[in-house]
């Protein structure tokens, strides 16, 4: 059984285009992140929730909306997507407190927008 | 603002010793990490080290931390060519918002020659 697992793991669309990558862990985990690793593999954290709330939102663009219907999903929806955006994603989770520097990690959503 | 800082790259003989070095930035972290990305996967946590402590060692890996220096260092015995890989360290810093969340350095590639 995968702990963190990311659907789809490759995804090539068109510039403008609206996709969506899904995750879930079954780690029983309070929080869930998306990080987004670049072609140089430099890696830079999106978003996190915990218990369904939003606590972390790094100056990214609002075309990028997070969603987390249960603590078990965190979601991501990109509209309107363009070239800059293609990159690896990674959705990880971890314990609360303590927990935050343990991170489990999906296998990645490798973007690549056309 | 200042980031955690790596060499990018370090090759090595199947069997010599390899040591990874790392900068962080908050001297104030209480705990430091570091973590291996093998092609195509996520990342996943190697070893971590409380900033207490000067040294740790876990089976082939040794952690050397210099708090003055704000310095860290894992080293791999016996390197093998399954230890070819990225490695990561990192610290958990305040975001914008002013919330914590793991911070990653630039990451080291590993190229283990047989």
């Known amino acids: 059984d995968t702990a963190v697992s990311q659907t789809p793991k490759y995804l090539v669309t068109q510039m403008g285009n609206d996709k969506s990558i899904k995750c879930e862990q079954n780690l029983g985990h309070d929080t869930m992140y998306w990080y987004k690793q670049d072609s140089k593999k430099f890696l830079k954290i999106m978003f996190s929730?915990?218990?369904?709330?939003?606590?972390i939102n790094e100056t990214v663009p609002n075309r990028f909306s997070p969603k987390s219907p249960d603590k078990a999903h965190l979601n991501l929806h990109i509209n309107s997507l363009e070239l800059g955006d293609s990159a690896v994603y990674f959705c990880?989770?971890?314990?609360?407190?303590?927990?935050?520097?343990?991170?489990?990690f999906g296998s990645g959503t490798q973007l690549s927008v056309l | 603002g200042e980031d955690v800082e790596q060499s990018l790259f370090l090759s090595v003989r199947e069997g010599d010793s390899s040591v990874i070095n790392c900068t962080y930035t908050d001297s104030s972290s209480t705990y430091l990490y570091w973590y291996k990305q093998e092609p195509g996967a996520g990342l996943q946590l190697l070893t971590y080290?409380?900033?207490?402590?000067d040294m740790k060692q876990d089976q082939r890996l040794t952690v050397l931390l210099n708090k003055k220096d704000k310095h860290l260092s894992l080293r791999i015995a016996d390197t093998q060519t399954g230890d070819s890989a990225i490695y990561f360290c990192a610290e958990i810093l305040p975001m914008d918002t002013g919330r914590r969340a793991l911070t990653f350095g630039s990451g080291t590639r590993l190229q283990v020659q047989p």
């Open positions: 929730y915990n218990n369904k709330e939003l606590i």
């Open positions: 080290i409380f900033s207490n402590m």
């Open positions: 990880a989770s971890s314990q609360a407190g303590r927990g935050v520097g343990k991170l489990f």
